[in-house]
């Protein structure tokens, strides 16, 4: 007699997941899960690197299946992996990297509000479906799809928590600003995803700033570091400040534009301090127009402005969340999906 095959065991020993158990995508599940999306099933959506295996609405739905996601999930994990799949966001350098970076992806708009996407107390912790499922099934298609698989289509040293999964959306109930996704000239209801390579949120602890040029020196010291790509070339960082801590800026009459403006003033080092130590190159400083020779010229930790991406997000406390970017030549990207 045949010992009964047991489903979970079969997907982890293919190595078709991430060291979880995946739910078992039968053909019901499956065509649930598709009903979630106008679209067809055989429509293409793109080849996912380095391994280029061609996606379809339906693999992207068995993904998102296996990931624990709802139906009503699929449209924003079809958006999502759409965006990443953009030239300038470099899916196959990240792919292939020894960094441990993440596309993280931030959902503004009445629809992530809709699933549940959630955006306070915790966010980019566990304990919440919609989050966890969402960027779950977009790393499950980079490792079954695009193959990349630490020590096989991925060279990264480390990796990190965030190559789990990487989604959550902003505190708009508490937040004293508009979104990202408004700052950027979305309308309100306009349902938007942007994706930034970034690590893992660095904790800038801070319950003694009363007042923004204390506050936003603290933080602006913690986007900067000696080892961090951020200072070397241009790359993405998301800031991610509490109610609280917005709060804060905007009771002094700080707009968002405003505080993005000073963090970006404010975030740096000289060239002095960055040759002690870290990611430093004479080569790598005359790329960004930095005169290795003079150690008093101020290196600015964003070198482009639109590479900040500040978030209101979390519950209420003294901390903002600091999430550095990769060297690798990746462009954020931003767009609205299809409900």
């Known amino acids: 007699m045949t010992e009964a095959v047991d489903e979970f065991e079969f997907f982890l020993e293919k190595e078709w997941s991430d060291g979880f158990p995946v739910v078992t995508p039968t053909e019901a599940r499956v065509a649930r899960m598709l009903a979630g999306t106008r679209r067809g099933p055989d429509e293409p959506v793109g080849n996912i690197p380095p391994a280029m295996a061609p996606a379809t609405v339906r693999t992207v739905a068995v993904h998102a299946l296996m990931a624990g996601c709802r139906p009503e999930y699929l449209p924003v994990v079809l958006g999502g992996i759409e965006l990443m799949l953009r030239e300038e ?8 990297t020894m960094h441990g970076v993440a596309p993280l992806m931030v959902v ?9 996407l959630h955006g306070g107390n915790g966010c980019f912790g566990p304990g919440f479906r ?5 960027g779950r099934a977009i790393r499950l298609m980079l490792l079954n799809l695009g193959g990349g698989i630490a020590g096989i289509g991925s060279a990264t040293v480390f990796a990190s928590p965030l190559r789990y999964t990487a989604c959550l959306t902003e505190n708009t109930e508490r937040s004293p600003w508009e979104t990202l996704a408004v700052s950027r000239g979305y ?8 994706c930034a390579m970034v690590e893992s949120p660095r904790l800038c602890y801070d319950d003694v700033s009363e007042e923004p040029e204390r ?4 933080i602006a010291d913690s986007m900067t570091a000696l080892s961090s790509w951020n200072m070397h070339v241009r790359s993405d960082m998301v800031v991610a400040m509490s109610p609280e801590q917005a709060t804060i800026c905007a009771g002094a009459g700080l707009s968002r534009a405003d505080v993005h403006g000073k963090l970006c003033a404010m975030a740096g080092r000289t060239v ?3 040759k002690r130590g870290g990611n430093w190159r004479r080569e790598r400083a005359l790329k960004i127009n930095v005169d290795p020779d ?3 010229q101020f290196v600015p930790t964003i070198k482009d402005p639109r590479d900040l991406h500040l978030i209101v997000a979390g519950g209420w406390g003294p901390l903002t969340a600091v999430c ?7 462009r954020a990207v931003h767009g609205t999906y299809e409900v």
């Not at 919609?130 to 969402?134: D, E, G, K």
């Not at 506050?215 to 603290?218: A, I, K, M, P, R």
């Not at 550095?324 to 990746?330: K, T, V």
């Open 89 to 96: 966001f470099n899916l196959n350098g990240v792919q292939g």
């Open 108 to 116: 503004n708009g009445p629809y992530a509000q809709k699933i549940g």
């Open 130 to 134: 919609a989050n966890a499922s969402i």
């Open 187 to 194: 309308a309100p209801d306009d349902n938007v995803i942007t």
């Open 215 to 218: 506050l936003l020196t603290g």
């Open 272 to 274: 002095r301090d960055l």
């Open 294 to 296: 003079n150690d008093d």
């Open 324 to 330: 550095h970017g990769w060297g690798g030549g990746s």
